[in-house]
């Protein structure tokens, strides 16, 4: 105990004594203008960040890093890509100097340290939320608030948010707390990947081989993708639908050129992989299911999928794009929300197919019915207005922040 709480002060001593640092060196002429930070919170290859991360380096000549943990930046340097570990001394040098920093949830799993003043911080969430977030939630609004205010005093607040649409600038302005000029609607990074790549059949063959499972090429994809749950009666809910959806596709679904993907969120994937029924209904992948909870990038799963399986998750939004049928499984709706807190009012997610049944869920797409209607195409406009070329757009307000 007196152990932890001495390593735990002398990191404290540490994070200040080098933030003093880097605040006495940004009043020195060492600002890059061309260099460019970025993580996510658990320090993974994915969401936005990477996508934006990925096109600056191929279209423009800024540097980049990716900051995060030593597997990680391992894991990229063996790929040829920049990146550097966060409680690095190099890290250290481009806190110092870098003028841009995009993150995916907070600063601090980028930036450990309170960032130079000439530092624009660019927050490009990880996903349009259903759920409410930030000073909207009222089930814990006294504790939002008072993070809030602790983080901003610590990291100080981001200077930008990216959206991935007009409509949903004044959702994030009084959520976040910022002005309407704060949140900059360019479009998602990670959804220029979807929409540019619909029809490139050789990637589809990169991805699968990356997942490293063995699919039958006629075979349509079926993925399942729930949400956590917070509390241990949804938990128990869900084991109990999961397996429940596994035997059925088994019965119904395993002989007709179909494969179920599951990817479970991470703070559930360990549970649900130690499930020893879930492991006997699956068998090794010779009932065309797999579990690929541990493969990071979700944007990679939803190209490879013709019908998603969800339920509260943000994903809904990404796959519009593709046009493709998404079925709500909301078998715990009540349990959820009251664990959960208020969801936003989403508009026309009529459009989206819901069932309290998996088995219900299997009938529907053996009927095989082409259910894409203009309400659908409304949906995916709404929620995804300014795509394509997110990315460009964003280079494009650095450029204009730069001047």
Not at 58 to 78: A, C, F, M, T
């Amino acid at each position: 105990m007196i152990k932890r709480i001495i390593k735990s002060y002398s990191k404290l001593l540490f994070v200040n004594f080098i933030s003093f640092f880097i605040n006495i060196f940004s009043h020195l002429p060492i600002l890059n203008k061309k260099l460019a930070l970025f993580g996510t919170t658990d320090g993974s290859f994915r969401e936005n960040c990477k996508y934006l991360y990925l096109y600056l380096l191929q279209h423009s000549d800024y540097k980049v890093y990716w900051v995060g943990n030593k597997k990680i930046v391992k894991d990229l340097k063996s790929k040829s890509l920049p990146a550097v570990y966060i409680w690095s001394i190099k890290a250290i040098f481009l806190h110092m100097r870098t003028r841009f920093y995009f993150i995916s949830h907070t600063l601090k799993t980028v930036c450990p340290y309170k960032p130079s003043k000439n530092a624009i911080v660019i927050n490009q969430w990880h996903g349009t939320p259903i759920k409410k977030i930030g000073f909207d939630r009222k089930d814990k609004k006294d504790l939002v608030v008072n993070d809030q205010k602790r983080y901003i005093t610590l990291w100080g607040e981001p200077n930008y948010y990216i959206v991935g649409s007009e409509n949903l600038r004044d959702l994030f302005r009084k959520a976040m707390g910022v002005s309407r000029e704060q949140i900059i609607a360019s479009g998602n990074p990670k959804n220029d990947f979807l929409l540019n790549n619909k029809t490139n059949n050789s990637l589809k063959k990169t991805i699968i081989n990356r997942v490293n499972i063995n699919i039958n090429s006629k075979s349509k994809i079926i993925l399942y993708a729930p949400t956590h749950r917070d509390s241990e009666v949804g938990k128990r809910l869900l084991i109990k639908e999961l397996v429940n959806l596994t035997r059925y596709f088994t019965e119904m679904m395993g002989s007709k050129y179909f494969t179920l993907l599951i990817k479970m969120h991470p703070k559930d994937a360990k549970r649900m992989g130690n499930l020893k029924e879930l492991k006997l209904i699956m068998n090794n992948g010779k009932n065309n299911i797999f579990d690929i909870s541990n493969f990071e990038d979700i944007q990679e799963i939803l190209y490879l999928t013709n019908y998603l399986i969800t339920d509260y998750s943000s994903i809904i939004f990404d796959f519009a794009i593709l046009s493709r049928p998404t079925y709500l499984f909301n078998f715990d709706e009540n349990e959820y929300k009251k664990n959960r807190g208020d969801f936003y009012k989403i508009k026309n997610t009529d459009t989206l197919k819901r069932f309290k049944s998996s088995k219900k869920i299997f009938n529907d797409i053996l009927k095989n019915k082409n259910y894409i209607t203009n309400k659908n195409i409304e949906f995916k406009n709404f929620y995804n207005q300014k795509i394509p070329d997110a990315s460009k757009k964003i280079l494009e307000f650095m450029e204009k922040l730069n001047k």
